[in-house]
Nanobody, 125 residues
């Protein structure tokens, strides 16, 4: 049984940084990638970033390019999301998800599968 556990969320001031982690257990190697998604209050869930577990290719939403960096630690079955220059509009619950097709950003968004429980990120002064 695949399980994803996010950690690292919290309260940070605008311009600050946070590092989220997603630990995967019971991991099915058939999954192509892992993705980060977020959901702000009153809004739908949106894609943030994806990383291929085979070749390390990464994809980002336009709203976070240049500020967020996704990385993987295959030995620990963990994916990280380094978030810098945070803005109030980044406030959301951030979720990690398995992705069946990580060959492109569009494919990543369309093929998410198993979700973690989420971690709250609040950017406020």
């Amino acid at each position: 049984q695949v399980q994803l556990v996010e950690s690292g969320g919290g309260l940070v001031q605008p311009g600050g940084s946070l590092r989220l982690s997603c630990a995967a257990s019971g991991f099915a190697l058939g999954y192509s990638a892992l993705g980060w998604f977020r959901q702000a209050p009153g809004k739908g869930r949106e894609g943030v970033s994806c990383i291929s577990l085979s070749d390390g290719d990464t994809y980002y939403a336009d709203s976070v390019k240049g500020r967020f960096t996704v990385s993987r630690d295959n030995a620990k079955n963990t994916v990280h999301l380094q978030m810098n220059s945070l803005k109030p509009e980044d406030t959301a619950v951030y979720y990690c998800a398995t992705v069946r097709d990580g060959r492109s950003w569009r494919a990543c968004l369309a093929s998410r599968d198993i979700w973690g429980q989420g971690t709250q990120v609040t950017v406020s002064s």
